[in-house]
Each structure stands twice: as C-alpha cells, then as structure tokens.
C-alpha cells in the first residue's frame, strides 16, 4: 500500500508548483467533478503515461473512495516516481471541485 495524504493536507499541498494531483477515475466519473488542476489519468492508463510524468515532482492520486488511486500510486512509486494516496478519495474531498 502506498504512503497516504488526508484531503485537508492535499488542499494545503495543491497549491505548490512541485505537487501534481492526478485523477485516476473513468471520464464519466470525471465529469462530476475534479480538484482544480488535477490531471486525468484512467488508472488503466496509468503505466503508459509514467513516460508523461515529471520524476522530480511529487504526485498524489485520487480515484472516488482511495482504492484504485492506491494502486495507481503504488505503480508510480514501483517506477521512481513519489506518489502518495488521498484518504477517502473524492468522497472524503471537502475542497472546490470543477
């Protein structure tokens, strides 16, 4: 299991230019919302797109309840990037959505 990041801190981390939040839901679950900026990377895709991804940045991944996004982050973190989870996904985010 990948390190974890409670929503509340993701909010304060969300603002940095070395912090990405990468989006791990299907395009309709999307559609709903995402936290501002986020990128949407479908958890399927997420091994093809490593190449995509900044290796001195650091990620958080969300999906809707913290279980896909694990294994994203997991992934991310097996290929030397630095990935952590957002506890209780979507559904725990208090945060402005878009």
Sequence with gaps: MAET???EEVERKRKSENVSIIDVRT???VTQGKIPNAIHI????????????DKTKEYITVCR???RSDKAADIMNEKGLQAENMEGGMEAWKGEVR
Excluded: F, N, T
């Design 5 to 7: 990041i409670k929503p």
């Design 27 to 29: 395009a309709e679950e």
């Design 65 to 67: 309840s913290g279980r």
């Design 42 to 53: 479908p958890v399927d895709q997420i091994e093809q797109r490593l190449i995509d991804l």
